[in-house]
């Protein structure tokens, strides 16, 4: 099952606020039937300073450099973005909540070349609490797919395009077919890739290593948070490729990503990682991510995008 969103009051599209039930697109759509979208995933968190916005410039980028790749021109600056953020933060009452920005070709005409198709830009948020459920706490159990992650030389792994999601979803979903929480994807080559929507952490003693952008890694926000705080408390932390061995054979294991935190995995493929619960590294990197982006970690104030709503 995919997890229920409860309907918020509004949506913003393209410079509008549009009532929830009303922000629609038209069946002819370009991105409905070829996937020429392009969208991000960040998180506003409630900090006693205000509602903030976690890396907000970091996942603004990373929304218009994957738009470049299909030639989706973004008519809005990332200023105005934030403050169409505040707008839907506001106008939906939300002190927390998951924001999920999205441009897409919404012309009506087929065929592939997309490249001069008009677009829209839609803003929506929503409270959604961390998206792998229990294992936050419990820790996931995961599996490795059949399925590989698509090669950067078959496709930017950089960029977050609607239509290569599908090689997520088909990870994803036999994953949970098999009882699992979550899907591991490989590389072309065998090397571990990533989760289905989330990097991949592996605890070694006190080294933090994490599979390098050329194993098709999506270059996550979370992941790069994770590594500037495990390095300031003194880890190593390198990325490095991972066999499937040392990925069973690691002390402790977690995923990262912007909608399931920091998550333990504690078994994959029934064999258990560590001792099967979630490690110490593990939750002190949870307890820095939790400290980081509810605005109680002084050094790094400056991943908050504050709204003062
Ligand atoms: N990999 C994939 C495939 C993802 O979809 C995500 C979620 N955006 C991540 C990794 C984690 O990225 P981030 O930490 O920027 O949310």
Redesign the pocket.
Same mark, same amino acid.
């Given at each position: 099952m995919s997890i229920p969103i409860v309907p918020q009051r509004y949506i913003w599209v393209d410079g509008k606020l549009v009532q929830w039930g009303d922000a629609k697109i038209h069946i002819i759509s370009h991105a409905l039937h070829y996937g020429t979208g392009v969208f991000e995933?960040m998180r506003a968190y409630k900090t006693e300073m205000g509602t903030a916005i976690f890396r907000f410039k970091e996942h603004i980028k990373r929304f218009f450099d994957s738009a470049k790749f299909l030639k989706i021109h973004i008519g809005f600056s990332s200023s105005e973005l934030l403050d169409a953020c505040r707008t839907v933060l506001e106008q939906n009452d939300l002190e927390e909540a998951y924001i999920r920005p999205i441009a897409f070709k919404d012309c009506m005409a087929m065929g592939l070349n997309a490249s001069k198709c008009a677009s829209k830009v839609v803003i929506a948020a929503w409270p959604w609490s961390t998206y792998l459920g229990d294992a936050y706490t419990k820790g996931a159990r995961c599996m490795i797919s059949s399925w590989r992650r698509m090669p950067s030389f078959s496709f930017p792994t950089v960029a977050?395009i609607c239509g290569s999601y599908v090689n997520?979803q088909f990870a994803k979903m036999e994953a949970v077919e098999h009882g699992y929480d979550e899907a591991i994807m490989l590389d072309v080559r065998g090397y571990v890739s990533? =989760?289905?929507?989330?990097?991949i952490f592996v605890v070694k003693g006190n080294r933090l290593m994490t599979p390098p952008l050329s194993a098709s890694?999506?270059p996550?926000?979370?992941?790069d948070t994770i590594m500037t705080l495990a390095s300031r408390a003194g880890y190593y932390v390198g990325e490095e490729d991972i066999t499937v061995g040392e990925l069973l054979t690691s002390d402790e294991l977690f995923l990262? =990503?912007?909608?399931a935190e920091v998550t333990p995995v504690v078994e994959v493929n029934g064999h258990k990682i560590g001792d099967g619960k979630p490690g110490k590294v593990t939750l002190e990197m949870q307890r820095a991510y939790e400290a980081v982006t509810r605005g109680k970690d002084n050094v790094h104030l400056q991943w908050l995008e504050l709204l003062n709503t």
């Open positions: 995933g977050k997520s990533e =989760g289905s929507g989330e990097n890694v999506l996550g926000i979370t992941r990262t =990503g912007t909608a």
